[in-house]
């Protein structure tokens, strides 16, 4: 097999591109090792010995895996966390989640005629103080308070 360095050297400049990227005919490595000048490579560029090759970019295929796997939920926990649990999710943000969920919930009950309207503005008024952590705590309030049946297991 003939030693073609500069064979592919001028055909990197001929196609004005990295030798990395220059196509030889393996067929036809022995007739080129007699081209040395720059017109012997241009010939046989183009009679099609020597190409150009495509160019090589950075594959995507492994972004999209991971990204595919991010929207899943995966690859959240502790080591892949960069800033403050209330940069990551503002308290504001955490406080309008609550507080519409507890709210939506009071309508609902309200509404449904479970809790009459005078129960539902004092509790109204305890979720506005910040008084239950979650609908769940809401309810477990309520059903103490004596303002809605026992929940069944």
Not at 39 to 46: N, T, V
Not at 126 to 149: D, E, I, Q
Request: hydrophobic fraction near 35%.
């Amino acid at each position: 097999m003939a030693d073609l360095a500069n064979q592919r050297r001028l055909a990197a400049s001929l196609l004005k591109c990295g030798e990395g990227r220059v196509w030889i005919d393996p067929a036809s490595q022995d007739d080129l090792a007699d081209a040395v000048t720059r017109s012997d490579i241009r010939s046989a560029i183009k009679a099609g010995v020597i190409r150009r090759g495509p160019v090589r970019g950075t594959s995507r295929a492994r972004a999209r895996r991971h990204a595919a796997e991010v929207r899943k939920g995966r690859h959240s926990g502790p080591g892949s966390r960069r800033g403050s649990p209330t940069s990551r999710l503002p308290k504001k943000d955490r406080w309008m989640r609550r507080i519409r969920a507890q709210r939506e919930l009071l309508r609902e009950l309200r509404s449904s005629k479970q809790i009459s309207p005078a129960i539902y503005r004092e509790f109204y008024r305890r979720a506005k103080g910040g008084m239950f952590r979650s609908r769940a705590h809401l309810l477990v309030n309520l059903r103490l308070a004596g303002h809605l049946p026992e929940a069944r297991a």
